[in-house]
Protein backbone atom coordinates (compact mmCIF):
# COMPACT_ATOMS: atom_id res chain seq x y z
CA UNK A 1 0.00 0.00 0.00
CA UNK A 2 2.88 2.13 1.11
CA UNK A 3 4.42 1.53 -2.31
CA UNK A 4 1.61 2.52 -4.24
CA UNK A 5 1.27 5.84 -2.75
CA UNK A 6 4.55 7.16 -3.30
CA UNK A 7 4.51 5.92 -7.08
CA UNK A 8 1.22 7.96 -6.84
CA UNK A 9 2.91 10.63 -5.38
CA UNK A 10 5.33 10.72 -8.18
CA UNK A 11 3.35 9.85 -10.68
CA UNK A 12 1.37 13.52 -9.76
CA UNK A 13 4.71 15.24 -9.24
CA UNK A 14 5.49 14.32 -12.62
CA UNK A 15 2.12 15.43 -14.16
CA UNK A 16 2.35 18.64 -12.35
CA UNK A 17 6.06 19.35 -14.24
CA UNK A 18 4.53 17.98 -17.56
CA UNK A 19 1.40 20.87 -17.28
CA UNK A 20 3.91 23.47 -15.73
CA UNK A 21 6.57 23.09 -18.42
CA UNK A 22 3.09 23.27 -21.25
CA UNK A 23 2.82 26.34 -19.54
CA UNK A 24 5.83 27.77 -20.07
CA UNK A 25 6.18 26.38 -23.80
CA UNK A 26 4.92 29.33 -25.45
CA UNK A 27 7.79 32.05 -24.12
CA UNK A 28 10.04 29.02 -24.44
CA UNK A 29 9.17 28.72 -28.16
CA UNK A 30 9.46 32.30 -28.89
CA UNK A 31 12.74 32.59 -27.02
CA UNK A 32 14.21 29.91 -29.99
CA UNK A 33 12.10 31.74 -32.82
CA UNK A 34 13.66 35.21 -32.08
CA UNK A 35 17.23 33.44 -31.60
CA UNK A 36 16.71 31.81 -35.06
CA UNK A 37 15.52 35.47 -36.51
CA UNK A 38 18.62 36.63 -35.61
CA UNK A 39 20.85 33.75 -37.12
CA UNK A 40 19.35 34.95 -40.18
CA UNK A 41 20.12 38.33 -39.61
CA UNK A 42 23.43 37.73 -39.18
CA UNK A 43 23.21 35.85 -42.05
CA UNK A 44 22.39 39.35 -44.22
CA UNK A 45 24.65 41.12 -42.75
CA UNK A 46 27.71 38.61 -43.16
CA UNK A 47 31.06 40.89 -44.38
CA UNK A 48 28.96 44.28 -42.30
CA UNK A 49 32.04 44.54 -40.04
CA UNK A 50 36.02 43.35 -40.29
CA UNK A 51 36.34 41.39 -36.19
CA UNK A 52 39.29 40.80 -34.66
CA UNK A 53 37.87 37.22 -33.77
CA UNK A 54 36.07 36.83 -37.22
CA UNK A 55 32.05 35.98 -37.89
CA UNK A 56 30.53 33.16 -36.13
CA UNK A 57 27.65 32.27 -37.38
CA UNK A 58 28.57 29.50 -39.52
CA UNK A 59 29.25 27.50 -35.64
CA UNK A 60 25.61 28.01 -35.17
CA UNK A 61 24.36 27.19 -31.88
CA UNK A 62 28.07 25.85 -31.24
CA UNK A 63 29.26 29.03 -31.13
CA UNK A 64 31.75 30.57 -28.95
CA UNK A 65 32.20 28.69 -26.04
CA UNK A 66 29.88 26.14 -27.17
CA UNK A 67 32.72 25.00 -29.72
CA UNK A 68 35.23 25.08 -25.93
CA UNK A 69 32.74 22.22 -24.43
CA UNK A 70 32.39 20.34 -27.54
CA UNK A 71 36.17 19.69 -27.38
CA UNK A 72 36.68 18.97 -23.75
CA UNK A 73 33.54 16.49 -24.28
CA UNK A 74 35.06 15.05 -26.76
CA UNK A 75 38.87 14.87 -25.62
CA UNK A 76 39.23 15.68 -22.57
CA UNK A 77 41.45 18.56 -20.90
CA UNK A 78 44.57 17.33 -21.85
CA UNK A 79 43.71 17.92 -25.37
CA UNK A 80 42.70 21.23 -25.04
CA UNK A 81 44.44 24.56 -25.18
CA UNK A 82 45.20 25.11 -21.32
CA UNK A 83 42.99 28.37 -21.80
CA UNK A 84 39.97 25.65 -21.56
CA UNK A 85 40.65 24.85 -18.03
CA UNK A 86 38.38 27.62 -17.08
CA UNK A 87 35.33 25.76 -18.20
CA UNK A 88 33.82 23.39 -15.40
CA UNK A 89 33.06 20.25 -15.46
CA UNK A 90 29.50 20.02 -14.58
CA UNK A 91 27.90 20.85 -18.31
CA UNK A 92 30.95 18.41 -19.40
CA UNK A 93 30.33 15.71 -17.57
CA UNK A 94 26.47 15.72 -18.41
CA UNK A 95 27.43 15.98 -22.31
CA UNK A 96 29.21 12.95 -21.71
CA UNK A 97 26.59 11.25 -20.85
CA UNK A 98 24.25 12.38 -22.88
CA UNK A 99 26.93 11.76 -25.55
CA UNK A 100 27.16 7.83 -24.56
CA UNK A 101 23.10 7.76 -25.36
CA UNK A 102 22.54 10.02 -28.04
CA UNK A 103 23.73 9.20 -31.32
CA UNK A 104 25.56 11.67 -33.47
CA UNK A 105 27.82 14.17 -32.80
CA UNK A 106 28.74 15.67 -29.21
CA UNK A 107 27.03 19.26 -30.52
CA UNK A 108 23.24 17.83 -30.31
CA UNK A 109 24.24 16.77 -26.94
CA UNK A 110 25.70 20.01 -25.44
CA UNK A 111 22.85 21.96 -27.82
CA UNK A 112 20.11 19.39 -26.36
CA UNK A 113 21.53 19.82 -21.94
CA UNK A 114 21.45 23.81 -22.78
CA UNK A 115 17.30 23.85 -24.17
CA UNK A 116 16.06 21.32 -21.86
CA UNK A 117 17.45 23.14 -19.06
CA UNK A 118 16.26 26.52 -20.45
CA UNK A 119 13.03 24.84 -20.60
CA UNK A 120 13.30 23.91 -17.04
CA UNK A 121 15.04 27.08 -15.71
CA UNK A 122 11.52 28.68 -17.33
CA UNK A 123 9.25 26.16 -14.89
CA UNK A 124 11.62 27.16 -11.64
CA UNK A 125 11.27 30.72 -11.69
CA UNK A 126 7.89 30.53 -12.61
CA UNK A 127 7.34 28.71 -9.31
CA UNK A 128 9.73 31.04 -7.26
CA UNK A 129 7.77 34.30 -8.06
CA UNK A 130 4.80 32.45 -7.01
CA UNK A 131 6.20 31.15 -4.00
CA UNK A 132 7.08 34.58 -3.17
CA UNK A 133 3.99 36.94 -4.75
CA UNK A 134 1.60 34.35 -4.48
CA UNK A 135 0.76 36.06 -7.77
CA UNK A 136 0.26 34.05 -11.19
CA UNK A 137 0.14 36.70 -13.36
CA UNK A 138 3.67 37.91 -11.92
CA UNK A 139 4.56 34.66 -12.50
CA UNK A 140 3.74 33.99 -15.64
CA UNK A 141 5.51 37.15 -16.30
CA UNK A 142 8.78 36.48 -15.16
CA UNK A 143 9.25 34.04 -17.34
CA UNK A 144 8.58 35.87 -20.46
CA UNK A 145 10.91 38.17 -18.85
CA UNK A 146 13.48 35.47 -18.29
CA UNK A 147 12.94 33.82 -22.09
CA UNK A 148 13.56 37.09 -23.92
CA UNK A 149 16.40 39.03 -21.29
CA UNK A 150 18.99 40.70 -23.61
CA UNK A 151 21.67 37.72 -23.02
CA UNK A 152 19.23 34.82 -22.57
CA UNK A 153 20.30 34.09 -26.39
CA UNK A 154 22.41 31.80 -24.69
CA UNK A 155 20.12 29.88 -23.33
CA UNK A 156 19.36 28.21 -26.24
CA UNK A 157 23.23 28.14 -27.22
CA UNK A 158 25.62 25.26 -26.05
CA UNK A 159 26.24 27.43 -23.51
CA UNK A 160 26.34 26.39 -19.48
CA UNK A 161 24.19 29.21 -18.35
CA UNK A 162 20.64 27.53 -18.60
CA UNK A 163 21.82 24.77 -16.21
CA UNK A 164 23.59 27.05 -13.88
CA UNK A 165 20.24 28.67 -13.76
CA UNK A 166 18.10 25.64 -13.61
CA UNK A 167 20.03 24.57 -10.56
CA UNK A 168 20.37 28.33 -8.65
CA UNK A 169 16.86 29.16 -9.10
CA UNK A 170 15.72 25.81 -7.47
CA UNK A 171 18.52 26.61 -4.76
CA UNK A 172 16.22 29.60 -4.02
CA UNK A 173 13.25 27.59 -4.14
CA UNK A 174 14.94 25.23 -1.45
CA UNK A 175 15.69 28.52 0.70
CA UNK A 176 12.14 30.02 0.19
CA UNK A 177 10.72 26.43 1.34
CA UNK A 178 13.97 25.87 4.15
CA UNK A 179 14.20 22.43 2.04
CA UNK A 180 17.94 22.67 2.90
CA UNK A 181 18.72 18.85 1.25
CA UNK A 182 18.03 20.48 -2.15
CA UNK A 183 19.52 23.75 -1.45
CA UNK A 184 22.88 21.64 -0.86
CA UNK A 185 22.25 19.52 -3.92
CA UNK A 186 22.01 22.37 -5.85
CA UNK A 187 25.05 24.37 -4.87
CA UNK A 188 27.07 21.64 -5.10
CA UNK A 189 25.82 21.45 -8.60
CA UNK A 190 26.11 24.73 -9.83
CA UNK A 191 29.09 25.55 -8.02
CA UNK A 192 30.67 22.74 -10.05
CA UNK A 193 28.84 24.20 -13.67
CA UNK A 194 30.13 28.09 -12.97
CA UNK A 195 32.24 28.96 -10.20
CA UNK A 196 29.87 31.55 -9.74
CA UNK A 197 28.07 29.33 -8.04
CA UNK A 198 30.25 29.91 -4.99
CA UNK A 199 28.62 32.92 -4.74
CA UNK A 200 25.01 30.91 -3.55
CA UNK A 201 27.03 30.65 -0.48
CA UNK A 202 25.77 34.23 -0.13
CA UNK A 203 22.18 34.11 0.22
CA UNK A 204 22.46 30.84 1.98
CA UNK A 205 24.17 32.43 5.17
CA UNK A 206 22.13 35.44 4.77
CA UNK A 207 18.82 32.99 5.16
CA UNK A 208 20.55 30.92 8.44
CA UNK A 209 21.19 34.55 9.43
CA UNK A 210 17.59 35.51 9.15
CA UNK A 211 16.30 32.07 10.53
CA UNK A 212 18.99 32.16 13.75
CA UNK A 213 16.07 32.58 16.25
CA UNK A 214 13.20 30.56 14.46
CA UNK A 215 15.23 27.44 14.06
CA UNK A 216 18.22 27.22 16.58
CA UNK A 217 18.57 23.66 16.30
CA UNK A 218 16.64 22.45 13.99
CA UNK A 219 18.14 21.94 10.64
CA UNK A 220 21.52 22.85 11.91
CA UNK A 221 23.60 20.25 10.28
CA UNK A 222 21.95 20.39 6.85
CA UNK A 223 21.99 24.36 6.63
CA UNK A 224 25.89 23.71 7.70
CA UNK A 225 26.44 21.42 4.86
CA UNK A 226 24.29 24.01 2.66
CA UNK A 227 26.91 26.48 3.27
CA UNK A 228 29.97 24.39 2.05
CA UNK A 229 28.20 22.62 -0.58
CA UNK A 230 29.08 25.33 -3.17
CA UNK A 231 32.96 25.32 -2.04
CA UNK A 232 32.98 21.32 -2.32
CA UNK A 233 31.28 21.73 -5.49
CA UNK A 234 34.05 24.15 -7.19
CA UNK A 235 36.89 23.03 -5.23
CA UNK A 236 36.93 19.56 -6.42
CA UNK A 237 37.53 21.02 -9.64
CA UNK A 238 40.02 23.67 -9.18
CA UNK A 239 42.40 21.14 -6.37
CA UNK A 240 42.37 18.77 -9.22
CA UNK A 241 42.79 21.22 -12.19
CA UNK A 242 45.98 22.76 -9.93
CA UNK A 243 47.72 19.23 -9.04
CA UNK A 244 46.99 17.89 -12.88
CA UNK A 245 48.48 21.30 -14.54
CA UNK A 246 50.37 21.42 -11.91
CA UNK A 247 49.69 25.32 -11.32
CA UNK A 248 47.84 26.32 -8.21
CA UNK A 249 44.33 27.25 -9.07
CA UNK A 250 44.66 26.78 -12.95
CA UNK A 251 41.37 27.18 -13.51
CA UNK A 252 41.34 30.99 -11.98
CA UNK A 253 44.62 31.59 -13.36
CA UNK A 254 43.28 30.82 -17.40
CA UNK A 255 40.27 32.87 -16.04
CA UNK A 256 42.60 35.57 -15.66
CA UNK A 257 44.28 35.80 -18.77
CA UNK A 258 41.12 36.48 -20.28
CA UNK A 259 40.09 38.98 -17.80
CA UNK A 260 42.99 40.55 -16.61
CA UNK A 261 43.56 40.89 -12.87
CA UNK A 262 41.51 42.26 -10.26
CA UNK A 263 39.83 45.68 -10.11
CA UNK A 264 37.61 47.42 -7.90
CA UNK A 265 33.89 47.30 -9.75
CA UNK A 266 33.22 50.68 -8.48
CA UNK A 267 37.07 51.78 -10.04
CA UNK A 268 36.05 50.28 -12.96
CA UNK A 269 32.51 51.76 -14.03
CA UNK A 270 34.46 55.23 -13.83
CA UNK A 271 36.60 54.46 -15.65
CA UNK A 272 34.66 53.07 -17.91
CA UNK A 273 32.34 56.06 -18.15
CA UNK A 274 35.69 58.10 -18.44
CA UNK A 275 36.45 55.95 -21.19
CA UNK A 276 32.75 56.45 -23.24
CA UNK A 277 33.82 60.46 -23.41
CA UNK A 278 37.03 60.05 -24.75
CA UNK A 279 36.87 57.44 -27.36
CA UNK A 280 35.86 54.27 -26.10
CA UNK A 281 35.06 51.35 -28.25
CA UNK A 282 31.06 50.60 -29.12
CA UNK A 283 31.64 47.22 -27.67
CA UNK A 284 32.97 49.04 -24.16
CA UNK A 285 30.07 51.99 -24.05
CA UNK A 286 27.81 48.98 -24.19
CA UNK A 287 29.12 47.13 -20.76
CA UNK A 288 28.94 50.68 -19.53
CA UNK A 289 25.51 51.77 -20.28
CA UNK A 290 24.69 47.62 -19.46
CA UNK A 291 26.25 48.08 -15.93
CA UNK A 292 24.52 51.45 -15.37
CA UNK A 293 21.48 49.79 -16.19
CA UNK A 294 21.82 46.68 -14.02
CA UNK A 295 22.48 48.89 -11.15
CA UNK A 296 18.95 50.64 -11.67
CA UNK A 297 17.67 47.27 -11.77
CA UNK A 298 19.21 46.31 -8.55
CA UNK A 299 17.62 49.60 -6.69
CA UNK A 300 14.28 48.37 -8.14
CA UNK A 301 15.31 44.50 -6.48
CA UNK A 302 16.51 45.81 -3.42
CA UNK A 303 12.99 48.29 -2.64
CA UNK A 304 10.30 45.40 -3.85
CA UNK A 305 12.29 41.79 -2.66
CA UNK A 306 13.81 40.04 -0.04
CA UNK A 307 18.03 41.12 0.27
CA UNK A 308 18.93 37.38 -0.21
CA UNK A 309 18.28 38.14 -3.90
CA UNK A 310 20.15 41.45 -4.15
CA UNK A 311 23.10 39.73 -2.73
CA UNK A 312 23.40 37.52 -4.98
CA UNK A 313 22.85 38.95 -7.99
CA UNK A 314 24.40 42.16 -6.55
CA UNK A 315 27.47 39.57 -5.93
CA UNK A 316 27.41 37.91 -9.88
CA UNK A 317 27.36 41.61 -11.37
CA UNK A 318 30.37 42.80 -8.65
CA UNK A 319 32.46 39.83 -10.05
CA UNK A 320 31.80 40.49 -13.56
CA UNK A 321 32.80 44.07 -13.00
CA UNK A 322 35.92 43.40 -11.17
CA UNK A 323 37.95 42.75 -14.56
CA UNK A 324 39.67 45.05 -16.76
CA UNK A 325 38.15 42.81 -19.72
CA UNK A 326 34.67 43.41 -18.91
CA UNK A 327 33.62 41.55 -21.98
CA UNK A 328 30.47 39.19 -21.41
CA UNK A 329 29.02 41.43 -18.65
CA UNK A 330 25.85 40.85 -20.26
CA UNK A 331 25.89 37.53 -19.61
CA UNK A 332 27.40 37.45 -16.55
CA UNK A 333 24.64 39.47 -15.29
CA UNK A 334 22.16 36.66 -16.03
CA UNK A 335 23.58 34.14 -14.23
CA UNK A 336 22.48 36.23 -11.16
CA UNK A 337 19.03 35.71 -12.22
CA UNK A 338 17.29 37.35 -9.11
CA UNK A 339 17.89 40.69 -12.07
CA UNK A 340 14.97 39.82 -13.67
CA UNK A 341 12.98 40.05 -10.77
CA UNK A 342 14.04 43.68 -11.07
CA UNK A 343 13.21 43.74 -14.57
CA UNK A 344 9.77 42.30 -13.47
CA UNK A 345 9.12 45.07 -10.94
CA UNK A 346 10.01 47.26 -13.61
CA UNK A 347 7.77 46.21 -15.71
CA UNK A 348 4.43 45.71 -13.22
CA UNK A 349 4.44 49.58 -13.94
CA UNK A 350 1.12 50.24 -16.12
CA UNK A 351 3.28 52.39 -18.28
CA UNK A 352 6.06 50.39 -19.05
CA UNK A 353 3.85 46.62 -19.84
CA UNK A 354 4.43 46.39 -22.94
CA UNK A 355 7.46 48.30 -23.62
CA UNK A 356 10.02 46.81 -21.12
CA UNK A 357 9.49 42.98 -23.17
CA UNK A 358 9.25 44.76 -26.53
CA UNK A 359 12.60 46.60 -25.76
CA UNK A 360 14.15 43.45 -24.37
CA UNK A 361 13.33 41.29 -26.97
CA UNK A 362 15.07 43.69 -29.71
CA UNK A 363 18.06 43.66 -27.87
CA UNK A 364 18.52 39.94 -27.13
CA UNK A 365 17.85 39.41 -30.94
CA UNK A 366 20.84 42.56 -31.55
CA UNK A 367 23.38 40.87 -28.94
CA UNK A 368 22.60 37.59 -30.74
CA UNK A 369 23.41 38.90 -34.45
CA UNK A 370 26.35 40.62 -33.31
CA UNK A 371 27.74 37.58 -31.56
CA UNK A 372 27.49 35.83 -34.27
CA UNK A 373 29.09 38.62 -36.80
CA UNK A 374 31.76 38.27 -33.91
CA UNK A 375 32.05 42.12 -32.55
CA UNK A 376 30.33 40.86 -29.08
CA UNK A 377 31.58 38.64 -26.90
CA UNK A 378 29.19 36.55 -25.24
Known amino acids: MKSERIKSLNWTSSSNFCREA??????FIISKCLVFLAWILSKLLSGTFDPPNGERFDRGLMAWDGDWYASIV????????????RFFPGYVILGRLFDVLIPGPVSISLILIANLASLIALVAI?????????????????????SIFPSSFVLTWAYAESLFLTFSIY??????????????FC??????VRPTGLLLTIPILWTIWENRKINQRRG????????????????????????????????????ESLRGSFVDPFSRIIKGIARVFTGASPTETLHVVS???LFFLLVKLFKEWPLRYVLFSASCIAVALAAENINSLERYALNGFPII???LSLSSQARLRFAVPFISACCMVSLCVFAWLGVYVP
Not at 74 to 85: L, P
Not at 134 to 139: F, G, H, K, T
Not at 177 to 182: C, F, G
Not at 225 to 240: E, K, T
Request: proline letters at 2%; aromatic letters at 10%; charged letters at 20%.
Open 187 to 192: SFAAAL
Open 341 to 343: LGV
Open 22 to 27: LLVLPA
Open 74 to 85: ANGYDDVVREGI
Open 171 to 184: CFIGLRKEQWKTVI
Open 220 to 255: LFESTAALSSGFIGSGIYILWASLHFDQTLAPIKAQ
Open 291 to 293: ALL
Open 126 to 146: KKLVFLETRDERLAKRSVWLL
